[in-house]
């Protein structure tokens, strides 16, 4: 028996080693020593604090879902992260996070942006969060724009006592973002004709649904937006989506990742043990169409609108991972690198108070990054 069990434990201790050597062999490829893109990469001038708070929308209930009877009231756990000791004004990004994901999806990503300036706020959405009571639906996907709108309402009317962070928001800089589903709600509340809210500036798309919107519906606002994909997603297609875009908005444009899932953009993706897959797509699409499967819903976003708010269907809504995985990804740490310093440029582009600086993170965006990355192509919007 004791023999067995040293036998047992060897193994064990065996294959321990084995994987600590594999995740350290798949650690991402950072950008060149002394590059624009390391220093960028590095944490910003400003320490960052983060806190959660609960919000309450007690003017919209929260729908039935499955064995839940609903709510009156939609409640958004919501975590912000900011700059320590800063006093403003600052600048707001509300970032969504992807379907059956968590508003910590990218907290990497939402740290580095605080480090320069920004209040940043994700919030868990009642019923497309991964622990929704009945369990994550895409049909809510329609009503994840106003919770953005009240979110935006309560931070600008903390009064200082309130506020976390010192200083006020300023409510001209004010920004979306988000990822996948998340990207979608970005996207609707930016420009869609009846959900947009005017107080965005600025909206990024990380991989988010865009087929069925055409130049009709991001005529409606006239913000910069930047799509940022990968052109090996199997959950939203690249070139059904994000590849229409430089021909469909005015001003922004995208920035393809040649070979990037759609899966890897999420922080938890390069962790253990998902770092240690081929494609984290495989996994995503696993659970997104079982997803699918149960729910059976033919267009959980029919409710948006049609023509006339620039929403086109077709005959033949685009289906996620119809076209199966790819066998292997890019590094998903290293794709999140690229995407981190993306966002930073794309934001600061716009909201940084010196022109300077707002014309220096342009020229980094459009140039800079794709020569220390050489799988990243930015291409510039053409619908003018």
Known sequence: MKKAVRIFAALVIALAASLAVAYRASAPTPPPAGSESARRLAPGPL???SVDRTL???????????????????????????????????????????????????VPLAELLASH?????????????????GGPTVADAVN???DVRFAIDQILGWGEAERPFAGEIDADRIGALG?????????????????????????????GPAAFFDERFFATADLPFLMVAGTGDAMVDFERNAATIPRKVVH?????????????????????????????????CFALSRNLEQRK????FGGLGGPEDGVVFGDRPPL??????????????????????????????????????????????RETLSRDWPEARYELASAR
């Not at 309450?56 to 900011?82: K, M």
């Not at 819903?297 to 959980?300: F, K």
């Not at 966002?343 to 220096?360: H, I, N, T």
């Open 252 to 284: 922004g444009g995208l920035l393809a990742i040649q070979n990037a899932s759609h899966a890897g953009f999420a922080a938890i993706s390069d962790g253990f043990p998902l770092r240690l897959l081929d494609n984290p797509d495989s996994l995503g």
């Open 56 to 106: 309450v929308d007690h003017s919209r209930a929260t729908n039935a879902n499955g064995d839940f009877a609903g709510a009156p009231e939609r409640t958004l756990e919501a975590t912000l992260w900011y700059p320590q000791g800063a006093a403003g004004p600052h600048p707001l990004l509300v970032y969504s996070h992807g379907f059956m994901s968590r508003r910590s999806e990218n």
């Open 47 to 49: 320490p960052v604090a």
């Open 297 to 300: 819903v033919e267009n959980p």
């Open 320 to 365: 996620p991972c119809q076209h199966g995985v790819p066998d292997r990804a890019l590094a998903p740490g290293r794709q999140q690198m690229i995407t981190r310093l993306a966002a930073l440029a794309f934001f600061e582009s716009v909201f940084s108070p010196d022109p300077g600086a707002r014309a220096a993170n342009d020229g980094y965006l």
């Open 117 to 133: 300036g920004y209040v940043v706020v994700s919030m868990d959405y009642p019923l497309t969060n991964g622990g929704a009571p």
């Open 144 to 146: 994840q724009p106003g």
């Open 179 to 207: 990822l996948s589903l998340g990207g979608l709600t970005t996207e609707l509340v930016s420009f869609h004709p009846r959900l947009r809210d005017p107080r965005i500036r600025a909206a990024l798309s990380i991989a």
